[in-house]
Structures are given as structure tokens and as C-alpha cells.
């Protein structure tokens, strides 16, 4: 409701101008967007732009917590953010290995913050504070979105898969850890387009990724790679639960009706698998090639089946 105006007389100019009382016009601020506190990852190895929203007691870190990273640098419970009633931000750290900075100073025990204050965790991330209404948070989370999924399916996009990738190999060789790749792509998925359309191709890459991503971990990463290709990085997985998951994909897709516009379309895939103990020299294009010999493999016995090996490379 409109706040009642009183009219007040201007003795020189006779004319009329508007004023509100302070109680209606504090019944206007109250509608005035509130905001909130943000955490957003504004450098690092890991979910830069990323935003994540301050509660009551907010615990960041490497390990199960609330906001979690995936930065080795971090301790499992690095720091802890907190709201107080007035929605003063306060910092503390946790007893970190390395330490927590806001603006450059090194804190020690409980710290105030304010917006825009840069926080400094573990060897590389940064998080700045930002206070947000939900109107700019929205559009902040859908540049996020729109900087690492694909436009399309939903799918992570070939540079997020790639940075992942990265840190992923990182990982399992320092840490002598197993890491898996799948690929996988539409079989005879021309025929899709030819025979059905464009917008049912389209429709059967959305679809695939719905399906698939259901059979999935949740620490599972899948990515678009191009055009109907798509991968999958599975960490701290040797060769056999690797293809036994590859092969839940292929029933997954197998099984489901893909139906555009009153069309039933055949969909199945092939699946490439490789797994490796990476070595420091490791590289991702290594993982890929041979990934993408078992996809080649795969389609020569006759295609919507699974070829999978394992490897030591990079030595």
C-alpha cells in the first residue's frame, strides 16, 4: 500500500507539494531490499566467483563444512564466520596451518569485519565479504553459472573441467591416489539430428546429462567436452569401480525414453575408460588420449558398451 502523502502549501509559488510523515516513510525503507552477508571466492585455485551466504555460524574449510574448498593449503576447519543480531561479520581462526589474513594482517582470535574487507585462507584463496540483497546475489550466482556451465545442458564447461582437472591430477600424484576419466559420447547421434531435428538433438544432450549426472556421486564432476562428447573425472577411483561405473551410465541412458515432441528417440553411448596413479609428470592430455582409445575401441565392437583400462604413465 501507497504511503498517504499530506499536502503542504508553498506561499510563494501557490502550489502544492508532497511530503510523507517519518512513520509512513520508515514503512517505505522497511520495503527496501535487505541485505545480507556473502562470502565471494575472488582468487585461488578453486570456484573463483563463487558466493556462498553467511548464517550464524559459518565454518570454512577443506573438510566437511559448511563453505568447503578444495584448496590443500586449507585446514579441514580453517575459520569460522559469524552473524551477530545487528548483522555485525565477525572472523576467527581455527587453529590453521597456515594461517588466516584480513587485508594483509595476519588475525588472532576473533576479528570484526567490515564489507569489502579481502580475506586471505590457506596458500592461494581469497574471499572477500560483500553484503548482497537477493536480487544481486541471483545475478552474481548466474554469472558464476554462466562462466562454468554449459549454456545447454547444465554440464560443467570444458575450461571449468579443465581447471579441475588440473587440481585433480595435482592431488592423486602427491598424494599416490588413484584418479579415473570416462568419456563418453551420443552413438550415431547425426542420425538424431537428420532424422528428428535439431531441436530434438538438442533435446537428447540435455536429457543425457540429467540422466547421467543421476548416476553419479555427488564429488563426480561432468563436463560438456564438445559437441556430443562429454567426460567424467572421478577422484580416488581405480579401474574397476571406474567401469563399473561407466557401465551404470551406459544402463542409465539405455533404459531411459527419450521422447521429444511425441517421438521416441534410441539413444545409447559409449564409454572410454582409463585409470591411473598419476606421477607429477602426468598431464591431462595423457588421461584423454588414452580415454579416448577405449572410446574408439568401444565403438568398434559394435558401440553402447564400455572398453576400459588401466595405466601407469607419466613416469
Not at 290 to 300: I, M, S, V
Amino acid at each position: 500500500m501507497a504511503a498517504a502523502l499530506d499536502p503542504i502549501e508553498d506561499d510563494d509559488e501557490g502550489e502544492c507539494t508532497l511530503v510523507a510523515s517519518r512513520a509512513e516513510l520508515g514503512d517505505v525503507r522497511a520495503l527496501r531490499p535487505v541485505a545480507r552477508p556473502f562470502l565471494l571466492v575472488a582468487g585461488g585455485r578453486d570456484s573463483v566467483g563463487r558466493t556462498f551466504k553467511i548464517e550464524r555460524a559459518t565454518v570454512v574449510g577443506r573438510g566437511e563444512v559448511d563453505f568447503s574448498l578444495d584448496e590443500e593449503g586449507l585446514s579441514r576447519r580453517h575459520a569460522r564466520f559469524e552473524v551477530d543480531a545487528r548483522g555485525q561479520v565477525a572472523i576467527e581462526d581455527l587453529g590453521s596451518t597456515n594461517g588466516t589474513f584480513v587485508n594483509g594482517e595476519r588475525i588472532v582470535g576473533r576479528r570484526a569485519l567490515r564489507d569489502g574487507d579481502r580475506i586471505e585462507i590457506g596458500t592461494a584463496t581469497i574471499l572477500k565479504l560483500a553484503f548482497h540483497d537477493e536480487l544481486q546475489e541471483s545475478i552474481q550466482r548466474r554469472l558464476y553459472e554462466q562462466a562454468t556451465r554449459d549454456g545447454l545442458t547444465g554440464a560443467h564447461n570444458k575450461r571449468a573441467f579443465g581447471d579441475a582437472m588440473g587440481k585433480e591430477l595435482a592431488f592423486a600424484a602427491r598424494h599416490r591416489r588413484p584418479l579415473a576419466l570416462v568419456i563418453f559420447d551420443g552413438d550415431h547421434f547425426k542420425r538424431v539430428n537428420d532424422g528428428f531435428g535439431h531441436a530434438a538433438g538438442d533435446y537428447v544432450l540435455a536429457t543425457l546429462v540429467k540422466v547421467t549426472t543421476a548416476a553419479l556421486r555427488k564429488e563426480d564432476l561432468l563436463a560438456r567436452w564438445g559437441g556430443e562428447e562429454f567426460a567424467v573425472l572421478l577422484r580416488d577411483t581405480g579401474v574397476v569401480p571406474a567401469q563399473a561405473c561407466a557401465e551404470r551410465l551406459r544402463v542409465a541412458v539405455e533404459r531411459h525414453a527419450f521422447v521429444h515432441q511425441g517421438r521416441t528417440i534410441p539413444v545409447t553411448i559409449s564409454l572410454g575408460v582409463v585409470a591411473a596413479v598419476p606421477s607429477k609428470a602426468t598431464t591431462a592430455q595423457q588421461l584423454f588420449e588414452l580415454a579416448d582409445r577405449c572410446l574408439y575401441r568401444a565403438k568398434e565392437q559394435g558401440r553402447n558398451c564400455v572398453v576400459a583400462t588401466e595405466h601407469a604413465i607419466g613416469e
